[in-house]
T-cell receptor, first 114, second 115 residues
Framework: NAGVTQTPKFQVLKTGQSMTLQCAQD?????MYWYRQDPGMGLRLIYY???????DKGEVPNGYNVSRLNKREFSLRLESAAPSQTSVYFC?????????????FGQGTRLTVV | GESVGLHLPTLSVQEGDNSIINCAYS??????FIWYKQESGKGPQFIID?????DKRQGQRVTVLLNKTVKHLSLQIAATQPGDSAVYFC??????????????FGTGTLLAVQP
């Protein structure tokens, strides 16, 4: 049971570099989400995809783009990384968009921008 | 506005004691609440949930209490064990109209279990 898989687990970028964080789930879930977690804070929603083919902004979307490639995969792209984007990024999925059900989280990607 | 905190609230308990972790939520329209446990280096894991039409729900060693009057949620862990040491987050599902719901997390509480 893989659940939600994120790659890479760790990444160091220089300011201005771009990269894509990958996320895949094998639970046939319709909805997927990207969160960031900063020290001493809860998770903040960056973008979400209620279903295949749709994406919407969350609380903190600036500086990010997403692609719902298919039902399984939801990627997060940083076009020009900034030190303020240093964080731990979590991908999550749920059966339906917060239809009173739990979300399953990946292990996280620890990103450092120098 | 958004609060920024560098230090998590910490609850320190002795092994075998009961733990109570509290959470205040802000949106009176929230109709679903979840407690997550996050161990170091891992993603959040579901513990227990409760709907707004309930005031108590019990799981294995855990109980969630919901007081809608004061918008307060608590997680009680019975006979706390070293493996319970983690950060605990409450989360609420907020409906922003139509079919759009969002899961909003609290800042978390660090539970430290002393042997």
């Amino acid at each position: 049971n893989a659940g939600v898989t994120q790659t890479p687990k760790f990444q160091v970028l220089k300011t201005g570099q771009s990269m894509t964080l990958q996320c895949a789930q094998d639970m046939n879930h319709n909805s997927m989400y990207w969160y960031r977690q900063d020290p001493g804070m809860g998770l903040r929603l960056i973008y979400y995809s209620a279903s295949e083919g749709t994406t919407d902004k969350g609380e903190v979307p600036n500086g990010y783009n997403v692609s719902r490639l298919n039902k399984r995969e939801f990627s997060l792209r940083l076009e020009s990384a900034a030190p303020s984007q240093t964080s731990v990024y979590f991908c999550a999925s749920s059966e339906a968009q917060w239809a009173l059900t739990e979300a399953f989280f990946g292990q996280g990607t620890r990103l450092t921008v120098v | 506005g958004e609060s920024v905190g560098l230090h998590l609230p910490t609850l320190s308990v002795q092994e075998g004691d009961n733990s109570i972790i509290n959470c205040a939520y802000s949106n009176s329209a929230s109709d679903y609440f979840i407690w997550y446990k996050q161990e170091s280096g891992k993603g959040p894991q579901f513990i227990i949930d409760i709907r707004s039409n309930m005031d108590k729900r019990q799981g294995q060693r855990v109980t969630v209490l919901l007081n809608k009057t004061v918008k307060h949620l608590s997680l009680q862990i019975a006979a706390t064990q070293p493996g319970d040491s983690a950060v605990y987050f409450c989360a609420e599902i907020v409906n922003y109209g139509g079919a759009t719901n969002k899961l909003i997390f609290g800042t978390g509480t660090l539970l430290a279990v002393q042997p």
